[in-house]
């Protein structure tokens, strides 16, 4: 006689069928960012290797995934199949891959759920190993639970009950099985409440029905009405007016059942609307009773393509209607258009569900560059019309795109997905220089996405140099500009000098570089140099080495431009046009003015009380002025933040303004003096990266004049960036004379400094040693106070905070109390103007730049990195970040060239041969992909050395370089590897 089951064994006779699950979803799609997760699936049938999981487990976008079997054997999954509505998923495994014992199948019972039914749930809950939760079934109708917020739409299932059950399962348990004591599925986790203990299992009435086609190689046919419904007890259809002797005339069962299902929603201009209303009871469905999800289910899958007919009850009535049923398919995704990082799709029923809308425009996700920026709409929106066409779907879009060039505007009409009322027309541009537009295309047969160029968004005809804006000459827009610059010529006081330097800046991004992400920035700037093109800017609008950069000219004329110069120690830019296409006969004739600058050295400074006037340009370049007064000057070192790694500013003797609320938001100002010259800027400093946090503390420097002139005289005569920069490589701070006398400064040099500057009352003190000098080199310590620098008075940092091709400088300090004479070396900054980034396995790489330096222990090698892609092969460990790339495999990294061997070496041979096979369709057994299993050695900040493996995947995330050649005005240049 055999022995019970019983739940001690229970563990042992299931681990081999369950795996723990990484998902990596390469790209934003539907209401899924892209990203990694880790969760659980079970084997349902191990002769095909067919695994059951959640569909927001494996994703409707494209996607990879790795298993892994409680023995440790790794498998590839296959995105074979996900329901278009319903939370669960197929994926499909190689069982000639695995070399232990086949693992058994779970058999799936819903018919064994029951109330009250004890339960066992069975995962890799928050990624550990086979957890194991008690429950117990206690709902069994419980309506679908809603994950989306008012902000946002979240994948939420509908049109289905929910189980629910107390445990305490939490992320990773996603997909786990809910077993009974023999070992039978009876439901799939997937789902619970944060803050509770309440988790939900969606029944498998369904999974069964979709896996008996899957089986068969078969895909399951699914119907829909664009409406969701809801369950409603007796009681509550009671006190809506339903009689249940009444509904039993009509073919209602009042025996069994808990209740009815109730319309909750309706989608307009789908088959429901107009026939079906909010608020009506469902009796019978083609004359049969219908109280259960899966009683309506059954009968709308059964009738895709053509009608059902439904018995309701409505506003105290009984009415008989006919529905249309839509193949669900045909209304589910499956193209994907991605534009820098801007991303378009065909509306999905998931998301018109959410935001309550009909399935009618594109929908439209931006991280940073791309023709959209999250600027202009606010995350998730719906594109209607562009140049005024409609675009209902994805392909009217891109035959709109097909006939736009790079650098053309255009107009988009916009709706936030959660507010009809948040409505946005706006004007946009593809970047001239970008990143390859792509149109992905989902197989049905794989569940892989093939990959193609978009054949739109072309570069201008005629274009004589690349990034080169088409030019319109000749018409009223240029008479205009003649007109606005006769007017502005005939000024002559210095606010209107400035007022006619003034440019308004647009920067995107086109990847993450120098600790800052894909964004796009805009501001003011100060033509500088008409000559040659000059402007100058806040780090806050060019952040980002790799912009595209566009100026606007009197806020008529749009004119593409490269970054010329960052300051690796200052919060200045300088950008960089091409003057001829603002000349008479080439283009719009719009006449520019250089801001008139004043003199370069120190003793031209603003003082304290000093009143002076800000020309502000403001939005669009409009100049703004403001009468002021400077009310303090402090000395700025390093950033407080040490969790960005972007610029920051280094000694820098700043001084404050006296400025009321309507100066509130100003980016960039020219302060001018009563002398009739700009002598200083009011500048915006950069924002963290990680948030909204300013980089060291104030949003807004004053910075004097002099600190602008030496980089411009350089860019005045040279092509290439001035990076012959050397600092001391120190912070200072400032001790007052009533600590000084203590610390053994002879009080003879406090005579010197106030005679040096009147209202001097302190001295310059190291507080910070950015690095460290070898042994017998002469450095300076911390605590060392700065009398004099070549036998002159120190008071002002300017004088010993930057200096251009001097490798020493001759100090007189206070060291410990006793006043020595040093010749200190000088240390070349690392500039912040990098022209290299490669992208690898999901990780940008490039070289350090001066931040790395000051905060990294140790530098291990040429190859920084400080981010990586949402669902790179990378993004496995995300506590690995902000590190030196020193071994990939067998490959020694010591420079990006060796980033570029190592992944030329590596690169799969046959990705463009998978992608033929996905896209002509072609069945699969299993989920492996293009790519290869690697070793990498990183050194983080900290110096700590970490050793990974990785499997790159070459289908999603092939690698490529960006390169920009040494000239101010070179373009950025994009290289597949």
């Not at 960012?33 to 927001?56: C, K, M, P, Y």
């Not at 296959?78 to 086949?102: I, V």
């Amino acid at each position: 006689m055999g022995r019970s089951p019983s739940w001690d064994t229970l563990q042992d006779r299931l681990r081999s069928s369950i795996l723990s699950i990484t998902s990596h979803t390469a790209l934003p799609f539907d209401t899924d960012d892209s990203g990694t997760s880790f969760a659980t699936g079970f084997v349902v049938d191990a002769e095909q290797g067919i695994v059951l999981s959640n569909r927001h487990v494996m994703g409707p976008g494209p996607s990879y995934h790795q298993g892994t079997f409680f023995d440790n054997q790794e498998v590839a999954l296959q995105p074979m199949y996900y329901d278009p509505e319903h939370d669960f998923s197929f994926f499909r495994y190689d069982p000639s891959e695995l070399k232990g014992p086949a693992p058994k199948a779970i058999r799936l019972a819903p018919w064994k759920a029951r109330s009250g039914l004890e339960v066992r749930l069975i995962g890799n809950d928050s990624g550990e190993k086979m957890s194991v939760f008690w429950g117990e079934l206690s709902q069994l109708d419980r309506n679908a639970p809603d994950y989306s917020s008012p902000n946002s739409c979240a994948y939420s299932d509908f049109n289905t009950f929910y189980y629910q059950a107390s445990t305490s399962s939490k992320g990773g348990s996603s997909g786990s099985p809910v077993v009974d004591v023999e070992g039978d599925a009876v439901a799939l986790n997937a789902g619970g409440k944060v803050h509770s203990s309440s988790s939900y299992f969606l029944p498998l009435e369904r999974v069964q029905y979709a896996l008996e086609y899957i089986l068969r190689g078969e895909i399951p046919p699914r119907g829909t009405m664009q409406a969701v419904f809801q369950h409603i007890t007796y009681t509550q259809a009671g006190r809506l007016g339903l009689e249940q002797s009444a509904a039993a005339q009509q073919g209602a069962c009042i025996e069994g059942p808990t209740g009815y299902l109730t319309v909750h929603k309706v989608l307009s201009e789908g088959p429901a609307d107009g026939r079906l209303v909010a608020g009506d009871i469902v009796i019978t469905v083609n004359g049969a009773p219908a109280h259960t999800f899966p009683d309506l289910a059954r009968t709308v899958d059964a009738s895709a393509g053509s009608s059902v007919s439904l018995c309701v009850f409505r506003s105290g009535e009984f009415a008989t209607v006919n529905v249309d049923v839509q193949d669900l398919y045909a209304i589910t995704p499956t193209a994907l258009l991605k534009v820098g990082q801007s991303y378009f799709s065909d509306l999905s029923f998931q998301f018109a569900v959410c935001s309550s809308t009909s399935l009618a425009g594109v929908n439209v996700f931006s991280r940073g560059n791309g023709f959209i920026s999250p600027s202009q709409l606010n995350g998730r929106s719906v594109i209607h019309a562009v140049n005024n066409q409609p675009t209902p779907n994805l392909q009217a879009l891109m035959d709109v795109l097909r006939d736009v060039r790079r650098g053309e505007q255009m107009v988009v009409h916009a709706k936030s997905h959660t507010d009809p009322r948040d409505e946005a027309v706006f004007v946009t541009s593809c970047p001239m220089a970008d990143l390859p537009a792509l149109l992905y295309t989902r197989s049905v047969a794989t569940g892989f996405w093939s990959i193609e160029p978009f054949a739109g968004l072309a570069m201008p005809e005629g274009t004589d140099r690349p990034g080169s804006l088409p030019r319109v000459a000749g018409s009223e827009v240029d008479a205009l500009c003649k007109e606005m610059s006769e007017a502005a010529v005939s000024s002559t006081d210095v606010v209107s000098g400035v007022r006619n330097s003034i440019v308004y800046i647009v920067a995107q991004a086109i990847c993450p570089a120098d600790g800052h992400g894909n964004n796009q920035r805009d501001g003011g700037g100060f033509v500088v140099d008409k000559r040659r093109g000059l402007v100058l800017c806040s780090t806050a609008v060019v952040s980002n080495p790799t912009s595209n950069i566009t100026i606007i000219f009197g806020g008529t004329v749009r004119v593409h431009a490269t970054l010329a110069y960052v300051h690796p120690l200052y919060p200045i830019a300088f950008i960089k046009y091409d003057p001829a296409l603002l000349c008479d006969g080439l283009g719009p004739a719009i006449a520019v003015h250089d801001m008139p600058l004043t003199g370069g050295t120190g003793a031209n400074r603003l003082t304290i009380g000093e009143s002076v006037t800000m020309v502000n340009a403001a939005c669009s370049g409009i100049a703004e002025v403001h009468e002021a007064v400077v009310s303090y000057r402090y000395l700025i070192s390093t950033a407080s933040c040490d969790a960005c790694y972007s610029q920051r500013f280094f000694n820098i003797d700043s001084f404050e303004l006296s400025l009321g609320s309507a100066a509130a938001g100003i980016k960039i100002g020219a302060v001018c003096g009563k002398d009739g010259g700009v002598r200083g800027l009011w500048i915006k400093t950069p924002r963290c990266t990680h948030g909204e946090n300013q980089t060291h503390g104030v949003p807004y420097i004053g910075v004097d004049i002099s600190l602008v002139l030496p980089s411009l005289d350089r860019l005045r005569v040279s092509d290439t960036p001035p990076d012959a920069i050397r600092v001391l490589d120190v912070e200072f701070c400032r001790v007052e004379f009533s600590n000084a006398v203590a610390l053994g400064v002879d009080p003879s040099h406090m005579r010197s400094v106030v005679q040096a500057a009147p209202t001097a009352r302190s001295f310059l003190s190291v507080e910070k040693v950015l690095s460290v000098r070898p042994a017998g080199l002469a450095s300076l310590e911390v605590g060392d106070i700065i009398l004099r620098i070549d036998n002159k008075v120190v008071y002002w940092i300017d004088d010993i905070a930057c200096f251009y091709d001097r490798e020493s400088v001759d100090l007189t300090i206070v060291r410990r109390g006793k006043e020595i004479v040093l010749s200190v070396p000088t240390s070349q900054v690392a500039g912040s103007n990098t022209r290299r980034v490669v992208f690898w396995a999901g990780w940008y790489l490039q070289e350090p730049y001066q931040q790395v330096f000051q905060v990294a222990s140790r530098v291990a090698s040429q190859v920084f990195s400080f981010v990586w892609e949402f669902g790179a092969p990378t993004a496995i460990d995300a506590s690995i970040f902000d590190m030196f790339v020193t071994d990939i495999g067998s490959d020694a990294i010591q420079t990006l060239d060796d980033v570029v061997r190592a992944a030329r070496r590596l690169k799969s041979s046959d990705r463009a041969a998978f992608n033929d096979r996905v896209a002509k369709n072609e069945r699969m057994p299993g989920g492996t992909m293009p790519g290869s299993n690697t070793k990498i050695h990183v050194v983080q900040l900290n110096g700590e050395d970490v050793i990974e493996s990785v499997r790159t995947n070459d289908h999603y995330f092939p690698a490529w370089q960006l390169v920009r050649g040494p000239r101010i005005d070179d373009e950025w240049v994009w290289e597949e590897l």
